[in-house]
């Protein structure tokens, strides 16, 4: 009885899954508290760090599939997130979480921006949100290569597709749709 108890002790507790309306107010309030391209740094937080409803691995797995898919790479993330947490009601729930009530407060702000538009202090405020979204992509840019295992291949993907992308402006597209190839051809072959 007294090993049982420490066996249980020693176990990590999993937390309940959301409900449908905990899942929409937190892909809501992520949506709307969040600036530019920092979103995924704030689910990376939300879902990961704070609620343990996913691994790190699992969430940059889900973000590696979501960057692949055609769109917008938040809204695959959070489509993903939801599928994975509640099935195709997750899946609505944080499409629709993440799309509209930011799309609401968009066209609010885009009426207010145009009328504030003359004046300078408008467009610092607007630097400066575009500071902050920068910040949080290379934060999440870090934390995903913290994860990679150190390994030469998935450096020389990378270091590739920087070249292919950045300094030779190749079509995104295909230096993707190449890459991505390659990368499941060697994990295949490594796995086999």
Same mark, same amino acid.
């Given at each position: 009885?007294?090993?049982?108890?420490?066996?249980?002790?020693?176990?990590p507790e999993t937390p309940p899954a959301p409900s449908c309306s905990q899942l929409f107010w937190i892909f809501t309030r992520i949506a709307l508290t969040s600036f530019g391209g920092g979103l995924s740094g704030w689910l990376l937080r939300e879902f990961v760090q704070n609620r343990k409803w996913m691994t790190q691995e699992e969430f940059l797995n889900g973000l590696?599939?979501?960057?692949?898919?055609?769109?917008?790479?938040?809204?695959?993330?959070?489509?993903?997130?939801?599928?994975?947490?509640?099935?195709?009601?997750? =899946?609505?729930?944080?499409? &629709?979480?993440?799309?509209?009530? #930011?799309?609401?407060?968009? +066209? *609010?702000?885009?009426?207010?921006? !145009?009328?504030?538009?003359?004046?300078?202090?408008?467009?610092?405020?607007?630097?400066?949100?575009?500071?902050?979204?920068?910040?949080?992509?290379?934060?999440?840019?870090?934390?995903?290569?913290?994860?990679?295992?150190?390994?030469?291949?998935?450096?020389?993907?990378?270091? =590739?597709?920087?070249?292919? &992308?950045?300094?030779?402006?190749? #079509?995104?597209?295909?230096? +993707? *749709?190449?890459?991505?190839?390659? !990368?499941?051809?060697?994990?295949?072959?490594?796995?086999?």
């Open positions: 009885m007294a090993a049982a108890r420490t066996l249980n002790m020693s176990e590696s599939i979501s960057q692949a898919l055609p769109g917008v790479n938040v809204k695959n993330m959070a489509v993903w997130i939801g599928y994975r947490l509640l099935g195709w009601r997750g =899946a609505i729930i944080g499409f &629709v979480g993440i799309i509209v009530p #930011p799309a609401i407060v968009i +066209v *609010l702000l885009g009426t207010l921006f !145009s009328s504030l538009s003359r004046y300078p202090l408008t467009h610092v405020a607007l630097t400066g949100a575009a500071a902050a979204a920068v910040g949080l992509s290379l934060s999440m840019g870090i934390t995903a290569a913290r994860a990679l295992p150190r390994n030469a291949f998935p450096i020389a993907i990378m270091a =590739a597709t920087f070249v292919a &992308v950045a300094l030779l402006h190749w #079509p995104l597209f295909w230096v +993707v *749709l190449a890459a991505g190839f390659v !990368s499941v051809a060697y994990a295949y072959a490594r796995a086999g």
